[in-house]
């Protein structure tokens, strides 16, 4: 799948979170989705999770994506795996700003990785959207309906040669799954290149992002970076039921792991 350009873009994630807002039943006092942890059940509780909590996705991975220079691996073939993905936010965000920056990248494979079926659909649907609903014949969107905890290797597939992209956003700080055998999964399914990205609504998730990146051989990671300040966005307010500017927290690590030579 190539990323279409901006004039060709059919869709970008902006209309995706407004159509949400528009389409969302939100009252105060509202559900609030256990403040976004919820594994959703049904196509209104998808609605209302990007009505809420999408424009932080947004702002938080934008932010990680400039950090991640792209634009040096311009023309390259690329696996995207999303972790615990809900409806593929994270991958729909990465091929908008991929779009918004023109950078043209070759998506061989899509691996999204979800418990809830409904969101998982959604998700495939958002983006194929994304990309114009025009994959090549070589492109592969595969859909793992499963809690991370619950993977095996026979799950995920993935070639060495490839570099891949895994997108942790808003998943790593989740007390309910165990890193270490994260690791592990990963270690044995993904060789070669690996760019990890791992965004955290709380700075208080930072730990557990911090625990996640020491399991790697320092020996093999490479372009290590990390971030913890606010950042400000334009935000749906459901107590006001209209869009303000909003200090967003967040922490991020990404770095690059070499997973061939461990």
């Given at each position: 799948?190539?990323?279409?350009?901006?004039?060709?873009?059919?869709?970008?994630?902006?209309?995706?979170?407004?159509?949400?807002?528009?389409?969302?039943?939100?009252?105060?006092?509202?559900?609030?989705?256990d403040?976004?942890?919820?594994?959703?059940?049904?196509?209104?509780?998808?609605?209302?999770?990007?009505?809420?909590?999408?424009?932080?996705?947004?702002?938080?991975?934008?932010?990680?994506?400039?950090?991640t220079?792209?634009?040096?691996?311009?023309?390259?073939?690329?696996?995207?795996?999303?972790?615990?993905?809900?409806?593929?936010?994270?991958?729909?965000?990465?091929?908008?700003?991929?779009?918004?920056?023109?950078?043209?990248?070759?998506?061989?494979?899509?691996?999204?990785?979800?418990?809830s079926?409904?969101?998982?659909?959604?998700?495939?649907s958002l983006?194929?959207?994304?990309?114009?609903n025009?994959?090549?014949?070589?492109?592969?969107?595969?859909?793992?309906?499963?809690?991370?905890?619950?993977?095996?290797?026979?799950d995920?597939?993935?070639?060495?040669?490839?570099?891949?992209?895994?997108?942790?956003?808003?998943?790593?700080?989740?007390?309910?799954?165990?890193?270490?055998?994260?690791?592990?999964?990963?270690?044995?399914?993904?060789?070669?290149?690996?760019?990890?990205?791992?965004?955290?609504?709380?700075?208080?998730?930072?730990?557990?992002?911090?625990?996640?990146?020491?399991?790697?051989?320092?020996?093999?990671?490479?372009?290590?970076?990390?971030?913890?300040e606010?950042?400000?966005?334009?935000?749906?307010?459901?107590?006001?039921?209209?869009?303000?500017?909003?200090?967003?927290?967040?922490?991020?690590?990404?770095?690059?792991?070499?997973l061939?030579?461990?």
């Amino acid at each position: 799948m190539k990323i279409p350009s901006p004039e060709e873009a059919q869709i970008r994630f902006s209309s995706i979170y407004s159509a949400s807002v528009t389409e969302a039943e939100i009252r105060v006092p509202f559900d609030n989705l256990d403040n976004g942890t919820r594994v959703l059940s049904d196509e209104s509780e998808c609605i209302r999770y990007i009505a809420l909590y999408g424009g932080h996705h947004f702002y938080k991975l934008y932010e990680a994506y400039a950090s991640t220079k792209f634009e040096n691996i311009e023309g390259a073939d690329i696996e995207i795996i999303d972790w615990g993905c809900g409806q593929a936010l994270a991958t729909c965000v990465l091929i908008d700003y991929l779009i918004e920056k023109n950078i043209s990248l070759n998506v061989s494979s899509i691996t999204l990785i979800e418990p809830s079926t409904v969101a998982l659909q959604r998700g495939q649907s958002l983006v194929q959207r994304m990309f114009q609903n025009n994959p090549s014949t070589d492109s592969v969107v595969r859909l793992v309906n499963k809690y991370i905890d619950d993977l095996t290797s026979n799950d995920l597939v993935s070639e060495p040669d490839i570099r891949k992209i895994h997108l942790f956003s808003n998943i790593i700080d989740v007390q309910g799954f165990d890193l270490t055998q994260l690791y592990q999964l990963m270690f044995s399914s993904f060789h070669g290149i690996n760019r990890v990205i791992c965004t955290s609504p709380y700075n208080e998730g930072q730990q557990r992002l911090e625990t996640f990146y020491n399991l790697f051989p320092s020996h093999q990671v490479t372009r290590a970076s990390s971030s913890n300040e606010s950042i400000y966005g334009e935000l749906f307010y459901a107590a006001t039921g209209s869009y303000k500017e909003c200090k967003i927290s967040r922490c991020e690590r990404q770095f690059t792991v070499n997973l061939t030579q461990c």
